[in-house]
């Protein structure tokens, strides 16, 4: 069982910039993130597979960058031009395949204050 840790969360002004990192125990195909605002379903935020193809909500796309570090069996979450409606708790996933999510992280808030 893989687990994974995010850190990075917290509260930035609108406009502002914000880094998430995710540490999974072990390596994974497929990484990324989703978010859940409240009174919302979870939805997929970015993806990376292994080789580092992406693909993006189109909510966040041109804002967010999603990267990782194979060696180091981490993903980021680069956000920028953040505003209210990015505010949500953001689950970090892995995935045996490039559309499955197996695992997950327990979730970091980040609140975006306008």
């Known amino acids: 069982q893989v687990q994974l840790v995010e850190s990075g969360g917290g509260l930035v002004q609108s406009g502002g910039s914000l880094r998430l990192s995710c540490l999974a125990s072990?390596?994974?195909?497929?990484m990324g993130w989703y978010r859940q605002a409240p009174g919302k379903q979870r939805e997929l935020v970015a993806r990376?597979?292994?080789?580092?193809?992406?693909n993006y909500a189109d909510s966040v796309k041109g804002r967010f960058t999603v990267s990782r570090d194979n060696a180091k069996n981490t993903v980021y979450l680069q956000m920028s031009s953040l505003n209210a409606e990015d505010t949500a708790v953001y689950y970090c996933f892995g995935g045996r395949t490039s559309a499955s999510t197996d695992y997950w992280g327990q979730g970091t808030q980040v609140t975006v204050s306008s």
């Open positions: 990376i597979v292994w080789g580092g193809n992406t």
């Open positions: 072990g390596s994974i195909y497929a």
